[in-house]
C-alpha cells in the first residue's frame, strides 16, 4: 500500500522530528535525497559533469531544498543557475549554491536571462512552491513554469509539482507539470490523484525520518500485493454457494448489452453463481452469452419485491446497469435496497437514486459506483466541479448518504462513509476503457467480490484495480470494447496472484 498524509499531519510530524535533531538536519537530508535523484537523471543524460541545471526558487522551504541540492550538484561539476521567482528566497541554500560555483539571477530583474538559461537546460528542479501552496502559480513562476514545458528537458519537482495542492490534488490555475517528483518522508495526497497525478509523473519517495512521528494516512493507494492479500480463493471444501451468489439487476429491452456485461464481470471476478434478474431480450441474451447464469425474467406491471425474491437466495446485489428509470425500475431498485444484503448501485440506478433520496442510507453495507456527471445528479452539483474536485466530493457523497462511493475517473476515489476513514485511489487502467459499457463491467466485478466477502471499500478498490489491469491487458495500445475487458479479467487476476 502507498500511503499519503495530510499536510498538516507532514507538517506536525517535521516539528517533531526537528526537536530531536540537529538544526536544519531535516532540509539536509532532502536535499540529498533530491540532488541523489537528479544526478541518477542526468547520468542517463551524459552524466553530471558540464551538465546545466536550472532551480526555479520561491520563498520557501521548498526553494531551499532545491537550492541546496543544486549546490551538491555544482560540486560535482554541472553548471548550476538559479531563478528567484521570489524577491525573498532561503539564504542559507543561495549562499550554498554560490560558495559551490553556482549563480543565482532574479527574475523580476533579468526575466529574458532567465527565459534564456531555462531553454538551454538540460534538467530544470522545480521548488517554486511547498506543499503548503493553495491556488495555481502567479507571475513570474507561471512564466518560469510555462518556459520549463516548452523545452526538451526533464522537470524535476520538489515534494509536489508546483501550483497543485497538496492535499487534494487539485489545480486552480498554472502548475509545473514533472517528469519526475522527488516528495520527502511521506506521499501527499494530491501526487496520488488527478490531476495531480499526472502532473508529478514518476514519483520518488526520499526517506527524511518521519515515520515514527506521522499520524494515520489520509490516503491509500492499493498495490498488486495488497489485492493480492484481498482476493478471496477457494479452498477444498468450497462449492459454489460459498464462493459466493451474486444477484444482479440489469439490462433492458432498451438497453440490452448490460446485462450480459455485467454478468460476465462478476463469473470472471469469481462469483460461485450469479442471478439475473431482467426482463426478456437481454434474459436472452446472457443465456447464449453465459448460459451457468440463473435467470428471472421479470413481467409487465409485475412488483419489485417479487421479482427479488423470486429471484433466490443471494449474498450480495448489484443493481443499475441498463435497467432504466421506469417505475417498474425504481421498484425493482427499491426491493433491492430493502434487502439487508450488501448492494452496489450503478448507472441506471443512481439517476433512480437521485429522485428517490428516501432510499439511502440504509444499514446494510453499500456502494456505489458513479461518473462525474451522475455524481453531481445525486448531489444536486455542477459536474464541472465534481471533475475539478474529486476528493472532496466523493468524501461529501459518502458522509451524506452513509454510502462508500467509487468514482469513476482518470484517478478512481474509493471513499467510506466514515468520516475518519482513508481514502483509496487507484490508477491502473487505460484511455481505452472509455467506452460503452466499461461500467457494467466495473459492476459485475466489485459485486461478485462483495458476494465474496469483502467489505465495500476493498471490493472498490480490488474491481477498480483489476478492472484497470484487464484493460491494458486487452488493449496493448489499441482500441478494446468491454467484452475484451471481460476476457482478460483471469489474466489480470493471475498478473496479482501468480
Not at 527574475?107 to 521548488?127: H, K, N, P, S, T
Not at 520549463?148 to 498554472?174: F, K, Y
Request: proline share 5%; aromatic share 2%; with cysteine.
Amino acid at each position: 500500500m502507498r500511503h499519503a498524509h495530510a499536510v498538516a499531519d507532514v507538517r506536525a510530524a517535521e516539528s517533531a522530528l526537528m526537536a530531536d535533531v540537529p538544526d536544519g538536519a531535516l532540509m539536509q537530508r532532502a536535499a540529498a535525497g533530491l540532488a541523489s535523484a537528479c544526478a541518477r537523471l542526468l547520468g542517463l543524460a551524459g552524466g553530471v559533469y558540464g551538465s546545466r541545471v536550472v532551480v526555479l526558487t520561491g520563498s520557501g522551504d521548498n526553494g531551499g531544498d532545491a537550492l541546496y541540492a543544486g549546490a551538491r550538484l555544482a560540486a560535482r561539476g554541472a553548471v548550476v543557475t538559479a531563478v528567484a521567482a521570489a524577491p525573498r528566497i532561503h539564504e542559507a541554500g543561495a549562499a550554498a549554491l554560490r560558495g559551490a560555483g553556482g549563480r543565482l539571477i532574479a527574475a523580476a530583474d533579468r526575466a529574458a536571462d532567465a527565459l534564456r538559461e531555462i531553454a538551454a537546460a538540460d534538467l530544470v528542479i522545480d521548488g517554486l512552491l511547498g506543499i503548503g501552496g493553495h491556488g495555481g502559480l502567479r507571475e513570474p513562476a507561471a512564466s518560469l513554469a510555462a518556459a520549463a514545458q516548452r523545452d526538451d528537458h526533464l522537470v524535476v519537482a520538489v515534494d509536489l509539482p508546483s501550483g497543485i495542492d497538496a492535499d487534494t490534488g487539485e489545480a486552480a490555475g498554472a502548475a509545473v507539470r514533472a517528469d519526475v517528483t522527488v516528495t520527502f518522508g511521506t506521499l501527499k495526497p494530491g501526487l496520488l490523484i488527478d490531476p495531480g497525478a499526472s502532473h508529478g509523473g514518476v514519483v520518488e519517495l526520499v526517506d527524511i525520518g518521519l515515520r515514527d512521528y506521522l499520524a494515520p494516512p489520509v490516503v491509500a493507494s492499493a498495490q498488486a500485493a495488497d489485492i493480492a492479500a484481498w482476493l478471496p480463493r477457494p479452498s477444498a471444501e468450497s462449492d459454489k454457494y460459498r464462493r459466493g451468489v451474486l444477484g444482479i439487476v440489469a439490462g433492458s429491452d432498451r438497453f440490452t448489452g448490460a446485462a450480459p456485461l455485467a454478468v460476465g464481470g462478476a463469473i470472471r471476478g469469481g462469483a460461485g453463481m450469479v442471478r439475473l434478474v431482467s426482463s426478456q431480450v437481454p434474459a436472452g441474451l446472457v443465456r447464449q452469452h453465459w448460459p451457468e447464469a440463473v435467470i428471472t425474467t421479470t413481467e409487465a406491471g409485475q412488483k419489485g419485491g417479487q421479482a427479488i425474491e423470486e429471484a433466490g437466495r443471494v449474498q450480495a446485489w448489484a443493481a443499475g446497469p441498463g435497467m432504466g428509470t421506469t417505475e417498474a425500475a425504481a421498484s425493482l431498485l427499491a426491493a433491492v435496497l430493502a434487502t439487508d444484503l450488501p448492494v452496489l448501485v450503478d448507472a441506471d440506478g443512481i439517476t433512480l437514486l437521485a429522485e428517490h433520496r428516501d432510499l439511502l442510507p440504509r444499514e446494510a453495507p453499500t456502494l456505489i459506483t458513479p461518473h462525474a456527471g451522475e455524481l453531481a445528479r445525486l448531489l444536486n452539483a455542477d459536474r464541472a466541479d465534481v471533475e475539478a474536485h474529486r476528493l472532496r466530493f466523493a468524501t461529501r457523497a459518502a458522509a451524506d448518504l452513509g454510502v462508500t462511493v467509487l468514482l469513476k475517473g482518470s484517478t478512481t476515489v474509493i471513499a467510506p462513509p466514515a468520516p475518519d476513514a482513508e481514502v483509496l485511489v487507484n490508477s491502473t487502467g487505460t484511455a481505452w476503457l472509455a467506452t460503452a459499457g466499461s461500467g457494467d463491467v466495473l459492476t459485475g466485478l466489485a459485486g461478485s467480490l462483495l458476494a465474496q466477502g469483502l467489505d465495500p471499500p476493498r471490493a472498490a478498490a480490488a474491481a477498480a484495480y483489476l478492472h484497470g489491469i484487464a484493460a491494458r491487458l486487452a488493449a496493448e495500445g489499441a482500441p478494446i470494447g468491454s467484452s475484451d475487458i471481460i476476457g482478460s479479467l483471469s489474466a489480470a487476476i493471475r498478473s496479482v496472484t501468480a
